[in-house]
């Protein structure tokens, strides 16, 4: 049989298929035979309770004193002091992203109080072009800014913990919170940084101030916080005597749980003096005495509340999706109904034709109101750089 041929009868031959100019090779798996892999045992900043090169996040309502925490830590790695149960730190540098307190005003002083060696801590308060002079220029930084910030880890001497304080303020305007892969996506190159730089990274986070089962999902935003790190410490007031402070264990992937720690703040601008004795409850033990003697319903209500309110402080929201993801944090669809009652949200279409959406109302004094005499007044779609806004930190008082 003869093979067919390019050529027309009677008319010209065929042209050949053009070869594609741009060569598009196939993705192949990485593969890594665990064979091939050297094991090695997980180096520690703090032992058994905070690892370099690794996520850690730090949890606890704002005003608990988170921050004054990072200073007692900071204090500790650029002296070389032990930590508070006793073991050893390795003198280092610091890198702080501190969006909410002031150099001057807070963090000199509060790094002072704790006896710190300030020369080996530094904070990131901006970044500018190479022909700006670096006093003139204050553009913002992002987590999102991996190269700068891995230039300022090449600048450090033995950088030995990075805190970023609070996470909501460097995640940037265009990423959602309560979104895993959106925060995953910008918390997974920090991650690799920690890992190839070895500093520990200590992400500072907001407490819902909701009721809630476990203290891990009290976390503001998406799991994926506190699913990437791989310890997360609970901060929070002690039930039985509001001027001594908890740091309780919440998950740990690396270690066996360990006991929790006691401090109170004393002084001005204030120095913690740690408790010697060991604290023997569990960040959810904690929580669960916090809740201990509430209204069952009403607690679910004010828990929807405060999840609604985080929910939309980025702005509107679909209806549907709100429902979907109320659901899988386990809030039932009624019960997320009745805190958009309770919070005057603006229900309503995106336009003539667009889908259903929820917002919070623009002005929160509306909050005391009853529904049926407020006047609507919706909220115009904007995107945060932090966890908070004026408006929504205002929400959540009324709460």
């Given at each position: 049989m003869a093979l067919p041929s390019n050529r027309n009868p009677g008319g010209p031959?065929?042209?050949s298929p053009a070869p594609d100019p741009v060569h598009k090779p196939n993705r192949r798996p990485r593969l890594l035979r665990m064979a091939d892999v050297t094991p090695r045992p997980v180096q520690w900043l703090w032992h058994d309770r905070v690892a370099t090169g690794r996520l850690s996040l730090l949890v606890g309502q704002p005003g608990v004193g988170k921050s004054y925490l990072t200073a007692d830590m900071a204090a500790r790695i650029s002296t070389g002091r032990p930590w508070p149960d006793g073991s050893p730190c390795e003198r280092?540098?610091?890198?702080?992203?501190?969006?909410?307190?002031d150099p001057a005003d807070t963090l000199r002083p509060r790094l002072d109080a704790h006896d710190a060696d300030v020369s080996r801590v530094v904070a990131m308060t901006g970044s500018y072009f190479d022909n700006a002079d670096p006093d003139d220029a204050d553009m913002t930084v992002t987590l999102a800014d991996v190269a700068m910030i891995e230039d300022a880890l090449r600048e450090l001497d033995n950088c030995r913990l990075i805190v970023v304080d609070p996470i909501g303020s460097y995640l940037g305007g265009r990423t959602d919170a309560h979104r895993d892969n959106e925060v995953r996506s910008v918390l997974a190159p920090i991650a690799?940084?920690?890992?190839?730089?070895g500093p520990a990274v200590l992400c500072v986070a907001h407490r819902r101030k909701s009721a809630g089962r476990a203290a891990d999902d009290m976390a503001l935003g998406s799991r994926a916080f506190t699913g990437i790190a791989r310890s997360v410490w609970h901060l929070s007031v002690d039930t039985d005597d509001d001027s001594r402070r908890l740091l309780l264990p919440g998950k740990n992937n690396l270690a066996p749980r360990q006991h929790g720690l006691a401090y109170r703040i004393t002084g001005?601008?204030?120095v913690l003096q740690w408790d010697p004795k060991p604290v023997t409850m569990s960040a959810d033990d904690?929580?669960?005495k916090e809740n201990d003697g509430q209204d069952a319903g009403q607690s679910a209500h004010d828990e929807a509340k405060a999840w609604l309110a985080d929910y939309l402080v980025t702005g509107p929201r679909p209806a549907k999706e709100i429902k979907q993801d109320a659901k899988r944090d386990g809030i039932a669809e009624r019960t997320v109904d009745r805190a958009a009652k309770s919070l005057n949200v603006d229900r309503g279409r995106d336009g003539l034709t667009g889908p259903w959406v929820w917002r919070l109302p623009e002005d929160p004094q509306v909050l005391a109101k009853e529904p049926s005499?407020?006047?609507e007044n919706p909220l115009a779609c904007t995107r945060n750089v932090g966890e908070y806004t004026e408006t929504a930190d205002r929400v959540r008082m009324q709460i």
């Open positions: 031959p065929k042209a280092g540098s610091v890198l702080l992203l501190s969006a909410e307190d690799k940084l920690a890992e190839k730089y001005n601008p204030g904690a929580l669960a005499t407020r006047q």
